[in-house]
């Protein structure tokens, strides 16, 4: 059931645009007083070799974080970008990029002990569960991180609302399983009703499905039915000129792999849309591919 591994795709341009915006909300989030629960439904391993088997084979870093983080452009970067990619250097502290850091370990950095903020990591694969446990397990304070290796949809239920009243949701499941994309919505329907003023932030592939394409549309009728602010982000990258270079015209065209992504977020901070108005044109002058382009549009 599970072909699906994160370390394929850790630091592609998806987990640029997810990454760099779940930093600059937890930034938001942290810094008011009262303690916050981070919510990961879907944590897969947690930290990823970008020189090992996975990361090598795919080559999907290459167009993410490792283009970005060597451009010239790094050095004067929007506050979102430099924020990121001085995130990703703190886990190389040797220098280059080498270790690449998941949703679990993005957050954990920015959690505070004082207050004693909470996160719970949910992950279904044995593997990955069994490489978050031990990545978890080599933290100084593990007292914080709490993992479930249960279904993440599922168990985010009993953590709503969070004791503090003050929590962000991710939900960055795999869509490997068409249902994933209902799910996502009965998800985020629900959770509206339980803790309704708590921020989620969901990641999609934008794909030529009608799921994935239905997806953001959902999400925006559900946000709107709850009355809640949104902000929904894509970035796409262009097609691979490589690929257009290889196809020979007559024969079926090579199966691209991922060009863009979205991240949907509801009650996101106020401040978010015009920083991502800032670091998305960045981005895609370094990441872009010819016919590129980014948007962050918020509920008016
Ligand atoms: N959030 C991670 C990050 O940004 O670093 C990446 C997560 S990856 C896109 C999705 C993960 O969800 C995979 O590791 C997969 O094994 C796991 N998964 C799939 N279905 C799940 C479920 N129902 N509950 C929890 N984990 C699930």
Redesign the pocket.
Known sequence: M?S?R?GFHAGNHA?VL??MVLIAVLKHLTAKPTALTVV??????GLYRLDSDFADTSGEARDGILKLAASPLAAGAPPLVADYLERVASFNPSGGTRIYP???FVTQALLRREPRDKLWL????PT?GKALAGHVAQLEDQRQVAIRRE???EGLRSLLPPPSRRGLV?I???Y?IKSDYQRVAACLQESLKKFATGTYMVWYPVIPRPEAHELPRRLKTLANQAGKPWLHATLNIGQAPERAKTHTPGEPAPRPGLTASGVFLVNPPHTLKAALQEALPAVLEVLGRGRGQAQAVEAS
Request: glycine share 10%; net charge negative.
């Open positions: 599970f699906y994160h987990d997810k990454h990961d439904t879907h944590a897969g391993a998941g949703s679990p949910f992950e279904l694969h990955d279904d993440g949809f991710l960055d499941p795999s490997e």
